[in-house]
Protein backbone atom coordinates (compact mmCIF):
# COMPACT_ATOMS: atom_id res chain seq x y z
CA UNK A 1 0.00 0.00 0.00
CA UNK A 2 2.83 1.97 0.87
CA UNK A 3 4.77 1.49 -2.48
CA UNK A 4 1.72 2.21 -4.75
CA UNK A 5 1.09 5.94 -2.44
CA UNK A 6 4.94 6.30 -3.39
CA UNK A 7 4.38 5.55 -7.18
CA UNK A 8 1.73 8.11 -6.94
CA UNK A 9 3.02 10.77 -5.97
CA UNK A 10 6.12 10.44 -7.80
CA UNK A 11 3.55 10.05 -10.68
CA UNK A 12 1.57 13.47 -9.62
CA UNK A 13 5.30 14.93 -8.86
CA UNK A 14 6.76 14.46 -12.71
CA UNK A 15 3.73 15.93 -14.26
CA UNK A 16 3.68 18.88 -12.10
CA UNK A 17 7.19 19.10 -13.11
CA UNK A 18 6.26 18.54 -17.06
CA UNK A 19 3.71 21.60 -16.60
CA UNK A 20 5.52 24.04 -15.36
CA UNK A 21 8.62 23.75 -17.90
CA UNK A 22 6.31 23.66 -20.55
CA UNK A 23 4.28 26.52 -19.95
CA UNK A 24 7.49 28.69 -18.77
CA UNK A 25 8.70 28.41 -22.26
CA UNK A 26 5.11 29.68 -23.87
CA UNK A 27 5.29 33.54 -25.24
CA UNK A 28 2.77 35.34 -23.03
CA UNK A 29 -1.05 36.03 -23.59
CA UNK A 30 -1.10 38.95 -25.55
CA UNK A 31 -2.02 42.50 -24.19
CA UNK A 32 -5.88 43.80 -25.57
CA UNK A 33 -5.89 45.43 -28.38
CA UNK A 34 -6.22 49.23 -28.17
CA UNK A 35 -9.48 50.97 -28.45
CA UNK A 36 -10.02 52.13 -31.98
CA UNK A 37 -11.39 55.71 -33.21
CA UNK A 38 -14.49 56.89 -31.20
CA UNK A 39 -17.08 56.68 -33.19
CA UNK A 40 -20.32 58.29 -31.96
CA UNK A 41 -22.82 56.16 -33.81
CA UNK A 42 -21.49 53.18 -31.77
CA UNK A 43 -21.48 54.73 -28.62
CA UNK A 44 -25.50 55.68 -28.95
CA UNK A 45 -26.51 52.34 -30.52
CA UNK A 46 -25.17 50.38 -27.79
CA UNK A 47 -28.24 51.57 -25.53
CA UNK A 48 -30.44 51.07 -28.01
CA UNK A 49 -32.54 54.01 -27.38
CA UNK A 50 -31.37 56.92 -29.67
CA UNK A 51 -32.59 55.43 -33.00
CA UNK A 52 -34.28 58.92 -33.65
CA UNK A 53 -31.01 61.39 -32.59
CA UNK A 54 -28.88 58.50 -34.70
CA UNK A 55 -31.14 58.85 -37.63
CA UNK A 56 -30.57 63.00 -37.20
CA UNK A 57 -27.06 62.50 -36.75
CA UNK A 58 -26.71 60.94 -39.93
CA UNK A 59 -28.91 62.62 -41.89
CA UNK A 60 -26.93 65.68 -41.69
CA UNK A 61 -23.74 64.40 -41.59
CA UNK A 62 -22.87 65.62 -37.89
CA UNK A 63 -21.53 62.07 -36.98
CA UNK A 64 -18.96 62.40 -39.42
CA UNK A 65 -18.60 65.78 -38.11
CA UNK A 66 -18.01 64.84 -34.60
CA UNK A 67 -15.62 61.52 -35.48
CA UNK A 68 -13.53 63.87 -37.19
CA UNK A 69 -13.20 66.54 -34.18
CA UNK A 70 -12.67 63.82 -31.65
CA UNK A 71 -10.22 61.61 -33.97
CA UNK A 72 -8.91 63.87 -36.57
CA UNK A 73 -8.31 67.45 -34.46
CA UNK A 74 -8.43 65.89 -31.08
CA UNK A 75 -11.41 68.43 -29.95
CA UNK A 76 -13.02 67.31 -27.02
CA UNK A 77 -16.83 67.44 -26.76
CA UNK A 78 -19.69 66.79 -24.78
CA UNK A 79 -23.06 65.56 -26.35
CA UNK A 80 -26.51 65.33 -25.14
CA UNK A 81 -28.82 62.47 -26.27
CA UNK A 82 -32.68 62.89 -26.84
CA UNK A 83 -34.38 59.28 -25.98
CA UNK A 84 -36.31 58.08 -28.41
CA UNK A 85 -39.34 58.87 -26.16
CA UNK A 86 -38.06 62.15 -25.77
CA UNK A 87 -39.13 63.20 -29.39
CA UNK A 88 -42.33 61.77 -28.75
CA UNK A 89 -43.01 64.84 -26.83
CA UNK A 90 -42.90 67.14 -29.96
CA UNK A 91 -45.56 68.06 -31.94
CA UNK A 92 -46.90 65.57 -34.55
CA UNK A 93 -45.53 66.01 -37.80
CA UNK A 94 -43.16 68.86 -35.77
CA UNK A 95 -39.38 67.06 -37.49
CA UNK A 96 -40.73 66.20 -40.40
CA UNK A 97 -41.16 70.00 -41.13
CA UNK A 98 -38.01 71.17 -40.39
CA UNK A 99 -35.59 71.88 -43.20
CA UNK A 100 -32.52 70.25 -43.82
CA UNK A 101 -31.06 73.66 -42.09
CA UNK A 102 -33.32 73.70 -39.26
CA UNK A 103 -32.09 69.80 -38.39
CA UNK A 104 -28.53 71.05 -38.50
CA UNK A 105 -28.92 73.80 -36.23
CA UNK A 106 -31.15 71.33 -33.94
CA UNK A 107 -28.66 68.63 -33.93
CA UNK A 108 -25.74 71.26 -33.20
CA UNK A 109 -27.61 72.83 -30.51
CA UNK A 110 -27.26 69.24 -28.30
CA UNK A 111 -23.32 69.16 -29.15
CA UNK A 112 -21.03 71.43 -26.67
CA UNK A 113 -17.60 72.33 -27.75
CA UNK A 114 -15.93 71.16 -24.81
CA UNK A 115 -15.72 68.06 -22.54
CA UNK A 116 -18.43 68.19 -19.54
CA UNK A 117 -18.04 65.72 -16.19
CA UNK A 118 -21.01 66.13 -13.88
CA UNK A 119 -18.67 68.67 -11.49
CA UNK A 120 -17.63 71.03 -14.16
CA UNK A 121 -21.52 71.58 -14.89
CA UNK A 122 -21.38 73.71 -10.92
CA UNK A 123 -19.49 75.86 -12.39
CA UNK A 124 -19.91 76.59 -16.17
CA UNK A 125 -21.13 80.43 -17.41
CA UNK A 126 -24.44 80.55 -18.61
CA UNK A 127 -25.76 80.60 -21.19
CA UNK A 128 -23.55 77.58 -22.55
CA UNK A 129 -22.33 77.89 -25.94
CA UNK A 130 -22.90 74.61 -27.98
CA UNK A 131 -22.18 74.25 -31.30
CA UNK A 132 -25.64 75.76 -33.07
CA UNK A 133 -25.35 78.58 -35.40
CA UNK A 134 -26.18 82.17 -34.20
CA UNK A 135 -24.59 81.90 -30.88
CA UNK A 136 -26.14 81.95 -27.14
CA UNK A 137 -28.73 84.92 -28.39
CA UNK A 138 -30.87 82.85 -30.75
CA UNK A 139 -29.70 79.57 -28.66
CA UNK A 140 -29.45 79.95 -25.08
CA UNK A 141 -28.88 77.18 -22.62
CA UNK A 142 -29.16 77.52 -19.45
CA UNK A 143 -27.97 75.13 -16.53
CA UNK A 144 -28.70 75.18 -12.91
CA UNK A 145 -27.73 72.13 -10.78
CA UNK A 146 -29.84 70.85 -7.24
CA UNK A 147 -27.45 69.01 -5.79
CA UNK A 148 -25.85 66.19 -8.14
CA UNK A 149 -28.68 67.06 -10.35
CA UNK A 150 -27.91 68.66 -13.48
CA UNK A 151 -30.78 70.93 -15.19
CA UNK A 152 -30.89 73.14 -18.41
CA UNK A 153 -33.69 74.96 -19.71
CA UNK A 154 -33.49 76.75 -23.34
CA UNK A 155 -36.55 79.21 -22.71
CA UNK A 156 -38.89 76.41 -24.42
CA UNK A 157 -37.43 73.47 -23.05
CA UNK A 158 -36.94 72.05 -19.12
CA UNK A 159 -35.11 68.61 -19.25
CA UNK A 160 -32.63 67.25 -16.84
CA UNK A 161 -29.20 65.03 -17.58
CA UNK A 162 -30.57 61.67 -16.40
CA UNK A 163 -27.76 58.75 -17.46
CA UNK A 164 -24.09 58.68 -18.50
CA UNK A 165 -23.84 57.10 -21.73
CA UNK A 166 -20.15 57.94 -22.16
CA UNK A 167 -17.37 58.89 -20.51
CA UNK A 168 -13.56 59.17 -21.54
CA UNK A 169 -10.88 60.61 -19.72
CA UNK A 170 -11.86 64.58 -20.86
CA UNK A 171 -12.33 63.75 -24.60
CA UNK A 172 -16.01 63.15 -25.20
CA UNK A 173 -18.72 62.88 -22.71
CA UNK A 174 -22.27 61.96 -23.61
CA UNK A 175 -25.32 62.15 -21.50
CA UNK A 176 -29.01 61.58 -21.98
CA UNK A 177 -31.68 63.90 -21.71
CA UNK A 178 -35.28 63.20 -21.78
CA UNK A 179 -36.43 65.95 -23.78
CA UNK A 180 -35.45 67.62 -27.11
CA UNK A 181 -33.51 71.18 -27.11
CA UNK A 182 -35.62 73.30 -28.92
CA UNK A 183 -35.25 77.29 -28.75
CA UNK A 184 -36.86 79.97 -30.72
CA UNK A 185 -33.61 80.66 -32.96
CA UNK A 186 -34.43 77.39 -34.48
CA UNK A 187 -37.56 78.75 -35.51
CA UNK A 188 -36.98 81.96 -36.52
CA UNK A 189 -37.26 83.12 -39.82
CA UNK A 190 -34.45 84.82 -41.17
CA UNK A 191 -34.50 88.16 -41.43
CA UNK A 192 -35.87 89.91 -44.20
CA UNK A 193 -33.82 92.26 -46.62
CA UNK A 194 -35.20 95.46 -46.54
CA UNK A 195 -37.00 96.56 -49.78
CA UNK A 196 -35.27 98.93 -51.99
CA UNK A 197 -35.40 102.74 -51.75
CA UNK A 198 -37.76 103.37 -55.21
CA UNK A 199 -36.86 105.85 -58.24
CA UNK A 200 -37.39 109.40 -57.91
CA UNK A 201 -39.93 109.92 -60.51
CA UNK A 202 -38.72 111.51 -63.72
CA UNK A 203 -38.96 115.11 -63.96
CA UNK A 204 -38.73 117.36 -67.18
CA UNK A 205 -35.04 118.64 -68.06
CA UNK A 206 -34.93 121.56 -70.19
CA UNK A 207 -31.54 120.22 -71.00
CA UNK A 208 -32.75 117.04 -72.53
CA UNK A 209 -36.28 118.32 -74.36
CA UNK A 210 -34.25 120.49 -76.27
CA UNK A 211 -30.95 120.02 -77.28
CA UNK A 212 -28.18 122.72 -77.22
CA UNK A 213 -28.83 125.99 -79.55
CA UNK A 214 -32.22 125.81 -79.15
CA UNK A 215 -34.55 127.03 -76.89
CA UNK A 216 -38.00 126.12 -77.56
CA UNK A 217 -37.43 122.46 -78.39
CA UNK A 218 -36.63 122.42 -82.42
CA UNK A 219 -33.31 121.29 -83.67
CA UNK A 220 -30.65 123.65 -85.37
CA UNK A 221 -31.21 120.83 -88.35
CA UNK A 222 -35.50 121.57 -88.12
CA UNK A 223 -34.66 125.22 -87.41
CA UNK A 224 -32.35 125.31 -90.87
CA UNK A 225 -34.81 123.59 -93.10
CA UNK A 226 -37.10 126.23 -92.05
CA UNK A 227 -35.04 128.86 -92.88
CA UNK A 228 -34.39 127.56 -96.18
CA UNK A 229 -37.88 126.96 -97.31
CA UNK A 230 -38.60 130.78 -96.39
CA UNK A 231 -35.95 132.27 -98.58
CA UNK A 232 -36.95 129.61 -101.52
CA UNK A 233 -40.71 131.54 -100.59
CA UNK A 234 -39.49 134.36 -100.86
CA UNK A 235 -37.19 134.28 -103.95
CA UNK A 236 -40.08 132.67 -106.00
CA UNK A 237 -42.87 135.36 -105.15
CA UNK A 238 -39.86 138.01 -106.12
CA UNK A 239 -39.40 135.94 -109.41
CA UNK A 240 -42.97 136.18 -109.82
CA UNK A 241 -43.04 139.79 -109.05
CA UNK A 242 -40.58 140.41 -111.83
CA UNK A 243 -42.76 138.14 -114.49
CA UNK A 244 -46.15 140.21 -113.97
CA UNK A 245 -43.84 143.82 -114.21
CA UNK A 246 -42.70 141.90 -117.56
CA UNK A 247 -46.02 140.90 -118.71
CA UNK A 248 -47.07 144.63 -118.16
CA UNK A 249 -44.28 146.79 -120.11
CA UNK A 250 -44.71 144.22 -122.80
CA UNK A 251 -48.73 144.82 -123.03
Do not use: W
Amino acid sequence: MDQMLKQSLSTLLLIFFFHCITTSGQSPAPAPAPLGPINIVSVLKKPGKYSTFIRLLKSTQIDVQINSQLNDLNQALTVFAPTDSAFSYLKPGMLNSLTDQQKFQLVQFHVVPSFLSIPQFQTVGNPLRTQAGGGTAQFPLNITMSGNQVNMTTGLVNTSLTDTVYSTDGQLAVYEIDRVLLSEGLFRPPAAQAPAAPLPPKTSDPSHAAPSGSEDGVSDDDSSDAKDRLNYAQNLVSFGVAIIVQLQLCL
